[in-house]
């Protein structure tokens, strides 16, 4: 997908032509009738908790994204088993059940102060129709929306359904959810600006073969590049705050030792595509910076000499960052 600057603008300028409200106006007006917002009082952009960065690229044109990951939409209805309608519900305690409130504040207000979103996954918590409807309805909206899958996008959660870690476990509906998500979920190209956005299917630490191939037919592209997934690539720095922020509550620093790597880090490291991937992405000049989630923390760390990685917290808490490029 190729939004130029004038494409994307032109969409989102169609969009707000339907209501004759500003972009931040209209997620007042969406919200169903009865509903008490969230924050009522405060103007739009006072709704969201956002952190601001600048990739500098050398840019004739400025242009700013809003980052936003891990939503976490917990829609089910009566076409769900009672099992999965219980799930459901517990998870929407779980997530605030404000989640889609938070995504369409995001998106109101990306609607008229940045030229792109991009979604770096966990949109929806698990497959049910209603998340699946909504999923359709908000790229529906957000012409200029993009994005990669999360590990949460692959979760059925129907009775008896064991989630593994695994390539073969996103396989089983794989299909299933490509007829939902307006991109290609295992990897996809946008360009906005002149920058190239290239977000891969990356939810438990490692990336495939045809992944590193795709992604070196984007680099003789010659643009720069932004590599967007759901779970970071770990710095010492991200993976220190992932363990404080996972590692529950109650204890003070005592030692600022780096934990031996588990989990996602782990498998980055031990699978050989993934680390000779993650020794050539630092010493590629054209990769600009990594956009990721899945941690629910803001945090940035430089990732190699030419691009910095940057984590945005969960939507579902209205967290985003806005990103400029010049
Ligand atoms: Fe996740």
């Given amino acids: 997908m190729d939004v130029s600057r004038r494409d994307f603008i032109g969409a989102a300028g169609g969009f707000f032509a339907v209501s004759g409200l500003s972009g931040c106006l209209s997620a007042a007006a969406d919200r169903a009738a009865g509903e008490q917002a969230v924050f009522e009082g405060r103007s739009p952009h006072e709704r969201l ?20 990951s891990d939503t976490h939409l917990c829609a089910a ?23 889609e409130e938070a995504l369409r504040d995001s998106l109101s207000w990306a609607k008229s102060n940045v030229d792109a979103v991009l979604h770096t996954g966990d949109l929806i918590d698990f497959q049910t129709e209603a998340n699946y409807e909504l999923v359709k309805k908000y790229f529906g909206e957000a012409p200029g929306m993009f994005g990669c899958p999360g590990n949460h996008e692959y979760q059925r959660r129907s009775e008896g359904d064991r989630i593994r870690n695994t390539g073969e476990y996103n396989n089983l509906s794989a299909a299933e959810l490509q007829k ?10 946008t360009v906005v600006g002149g920058v190239n956005f290239v977000s891969i299917e990356q939810t438990y630490g490692f990336v495939t073969g045809d992944q590193v191939e795709r992604f070196h037919a984007e680099v003789k592209k010659g ?39 588990r989990g996602d880090y782990k498998r980055q490291i031990e699978d050989p595509t993934t680390s000779s991937f993650i020794a050539y992405l630092k ?25 910095r990685e ?17």
Avoid: Q
Avoid at 310 to 326: A, C, K, Q, S
């Fill in 77 to 99: 209805d009566g076409r769900e088993s009672e099992f999965k309608r219980g799930f459901a519900k517990r998870r929407t305690a779980v997530f605030g059940g404000r989640m």
């Fill in 180 to 189: 939902v998500f307006p991109f290609d979920l295992h990897f996809n190209s």
């Fill in 310 to 326: 940057y984590l945005v917290g969960g939507n579902f808490l209205f967290h985003g960052r806005e990103i400029l490029f010049t």
């Fill in 283 to 307: 010493k590629e000049p054209l990769l600009k910076a990594i956009c990721a989630g899945h941690l629910h923390i803001t945090i940035d760390d430089a990732f190699s000499p030419t691009a």
């Fill in 49 to 68: 908790s956002l952190a601001y960065s600048h990739v500098k690229v050398g840019l004739e044109t400025p242009f700013s994204i809003l980052h936003i």
């Fill in 223 to 261: 643009l720069p590049i932004v590599l967007s997934m759901h779970v970071p690539f770990m710095t010492d720095e991200i993976w220190r705050a992932s363990c404080r922020f996972w590692g529950g509550c109650g204890k003070k620093y005592r030692s600022a030792a780096i934990a031996a790597a």
